[in-house]
Antibody
Framework: EVQLLESGGGLVQPGGSLRLSCAAS????????MSWVRQAPGKGLEWVSR????????YYTDSVKGRFTISRDNSKNTVYLQMNSLRAEDTAVYYC???????????????WGQGTMVTVSS | DIQMTQSPSSLSASVGDRVTITCRAS??????LAWYQQKPEKAPKSLIY???SLQSGVPSRFSGNQSGTDFTLTISSLQPEDFATYYC?????????FGGGTKVEIK
């Protein structure tokens, strides 16, 4: 069964940094784009960032551009989200999600991880 | 950015009911629309992609349809495990955007 397992969440002060990881298993990781999607407490889903299978192209929502960086290590089947200059409004559960079709520029998600909670507070 | 407007934001229904949720895109997105189901304190689950294609393992009581920029998710006969919040999402261009969600509650 395809699996995604996030880690790295926690409590951080405003202005601080955190790196999330998402370990993938049971599929050819390098063939698929990966995304991060977040959900603030009691709110809806918000797409954050996406990286292509090769890692050549990355995309971000405006509110995190210049602060967050998505990357991947295909030798470790892991995608990362480096989050800097964190703000209270970044508080959310962060999910990683797998693209549904191999080697496409843009597509729907087919598999989601269980999520990791990030709390930005002093 | 493409705005996705879902309606209703919530509904009450009984087991066995036919339920329809609507999602309207602010501009044309071809058929690049997905639907997701989320239960409380759980990760979303993918239901439908390309407006009407079922993800593997999703029961056939779920279906998706499109008319221009209006999309619908229909549950033909609501089951107890279907009480959840449903989200639409466009993947026509970046930023990827979700609808606000529709909570399906037990009547």
């Amino acid at each position: 069964e395809v699996q995604l397992l996030e880690s790295g969440g926690g409590l951080v002060q405003p202005g601080g940094s955190l790196r999330l990881s998402c370990a993938a298993s049971r599929f050819t990781f390098s063939n698929y784009a990966m995304s991060w999607v977040r959900q603030a407490p009691g709110k809806g889903l918000e797409w954050v960032s996406r990286i292509t299978g090769s890692g050549d192209s990355t995309y971000y929502t405006d509110s995190v551009k210049g602060r967050f960086t998505i990357s991947r290590d295909n030798s470790k089947n892991t995608v990362y989200l480096q989050m800097n200059s964190l703000r209270a409004e970044d508080t959310a559960v962060y999910y990683c999600a797998k693209g549904g079709a191999p080697e496409t520029l843009i597509d729907a998600f087919d598999i989601w991880g269980q999520g990791t909670m990030v709390t930005v507070s002093s | 950015d493409i705005q996705m407007t879902q309606s209703p934001s919530s509904l009450s229904a009984s087991v066995g009911d036919r339920v329809t949720i609507t999602c309207r895109a602010s501009q044309g997105i071809r058929s690049w629309l997905a639907w997701y189901q989320q239960k409380p304190e759980k990760a979303p689950k993918s239901l439908i992609y390309d407006a009407s294609s079922l993800q593997s393992g999703v029961p056939s009581r779920f279906s998706g349809n499109q008319s221009g920029t209006d999309f619908t998710l229909t549950i033909s006969s609501l089951q107890p495990e279907d009480f959840a919040t449903y989200y639409c999402q466009q993947y026509y261009n970046y930023p990827l955007t979700f609808g606000g969600g529709t909570k399906v509650e037990i009547k």
